[in-house]
C-alpha cells in the first residue's frame, strides 16, 4: 500500500521553529517531485514548497521563502520541511504529497492537482 507518514507538527510560539518529516511507504520517492501543501480553516489548500527528483532543484511560494526550507533524504525515502520564523498566518494543516514534478509553479492550485499521492496530513498551530 502507497502511504505518506507525516509528523512533526505541534504548537508553537511566534518566531519559532518546526521541522516536519513524511516518509514514504511502499514506493519510492527518487522519481516523483515532492512538495509541502497546507490548508488553514476557511481557506484554500496552498502550495509553500517542492523538490525535484531530477535535479533536486527547490521551490517556494512567496508567503515562505526566505523562512522555510524544504529537503530530502533519498537513503530515508524521507522529505522534509524546516520552518523557521513561524506566523500565526502559518497555522495550518501540512501536507505532503508526490506527483510527477517540481517547478515554480508550486503555489498554484494547478499544482495540487497534479499530485499523485498523498499524506494524511499535521497540524501546526502557531500562537503565544
Known amino acids: 500500500q502507497l502511504q505518506f507518514v507525516e509528523s512533526g507538527g505541534g504548537l508553537v510560539q511566534p518566531g519559532g521553529s518546526l521541522r516536519l518529516s513524511c516518509a514514504a511507504l511502499g514506493f519510492t520517492l527518487d522519481h516523483y517531485g515532492v512538495g509541502w501543501f497546507r490548508q488553514a480553516p476557511g481557506k484554500e489548500r496552498e502550495g509553500v514548497s517542492c523538490?525535484?527528483?531530477?535535479?533536486?532543484?527547490?521551490y517556494y511560494s512567496d508567503s515562505v521563502k526566505g523562512r522555510f526550507t524544504i529537503s530530502k533524504n533519498n537513503a530515508k525515502n524521507t522529505v522534509y520541511l524546516q520552518m523557521n520564523s513561524l506566523k500565526p498566518d502559518d497555522t495550518a494543516v501540512y501536507y505532503c504529497?508526490?506527483?510527477?514534478?517540481?517547478?515554480?509553479?508550486?503555489?498554484?492550485?494547478?499544482?495540487?492537482?497534479?499530485?499523485?499521492?498523498w499524506g494524511k496530513g499535521t497540524l501546526v498551530t502557531v500562537s503565544s
Open positions: 504529497a508526490a506527483g510527477p514534478y517540481c517547478n515554480s509553479l508550486v503555489h498554484t492550485r494547478e499544482y495540487g492537482y497534479a499530485m499523485d499521492y
Open positions: 523538490v525535484s527528483s531530477s535535479d533536486g532543484s527547490t
